[in-house]
Each structure stands twice: as structure tokens, then as C-alpha cells.
């Protein structure tokens, strides 16, 4: 099993930044890929950023790519997604996830979920 948590989210006005971290515990050895996932009240789970961890390759959906940016930190078994630019249709719950796949925004490729970080942003 693997174990997540997530942190960083809050509420905040259009336009600044924020920065997500996720934490990886457990068993972590057969974890390929890691993402971030985001969830709307009424809409679909969307996925918006992904590692691939063994190399730290990355693939972004296109509402976020040239705003976010997800990194690692192996060391410390840990994600992050720098937000920035953020406008009122980022505010979600941000969900970190962990899969044995390597890159990818499907959810069904992810074992392992985080409870989620909530992000408002205002305009």
C-alpha cells in the first residue's frame, strides 16, 4: 500500500501562485508514476499533471500547460505542482495519485489516492 498527502492548497485571488505538495509513504519501490488530479463540484476528475518517476519526464492537459509545473523530489519521496497564474476555473480539490504505470492523466491508471487539497481562487 501506499499512503499520500497532499498540502499547500487555500483560497486565494486571481492571478498569484500557489505550490501543492504530495508525500509518498509505504510501499513506494513499484510507484512509476505520480499526478495530480483536480475535481470541480459537478464535473469529472480531471487529470493535469504527471511524473514519470524514474526519469522525470512530464505531461501536462492542456487547460494547465505554460501555468503549472510538477516536480519531484526523490529523495524525499515527495511531488509538488507550482501553480501560478491561477484563474477562478483552477479551484478544485487537488488530489495527488500514484500509479505502477508511467506517464499519464487517465485515473484509471492510478492505484493510490490522496484525501486532496482544496484550492479556491477568486477573481
Known amino acids: 500500500q501506499v499512503q499520500l498527502v497532499e498540502s499547500g492548497g487555500g483560497s486565494v485571488q486571481a492571478g498569484v501562485s500557489l505550490r501543492l505538495s504530495c508525500t509518498a509513504s509505504g510501499s513506494t519501490d513499484n510507484v512509476k508514476g505520480m499526478a495530480w488530479f483536480r475535481q470541480a463540484p459537478g464535473k469529472e476528475r480531471e487529470g493535469v499533471a504527471s511524473i514519470y518517476t524514474r526519469i522525470g519526464s512530464t505531461y501536462y492537459s492542456h487547460s494547465v500547460k505554460g501555468r503549472f509545473t510538477i516536480s519531484q523530489d526523490s529523495a524525499e519521496n515527495s511531488i509538488y505542482l507550482q501553480m501560478n497564474s491561477l484563474k477562478p476555473e483552477d479551484t478544485a480539490m487537488y488530489y495527488c495519485?500514484?500509479?505502477?504505470?508511467?506517464?499519464?492523466?487517465?485515473?484509471?491508471?492510478?492505484?493510490?489516492w490522496g484525501q486532496g487539497t482544496q484550492v479556491t481562487v477568486s477573481s
Open positions: 495519485a500514484a500509479s505502477r504505470y508511467g506517464l499519464s492523466l487517465s485515473s484509471g491508471h492510478f492505484d493510490y
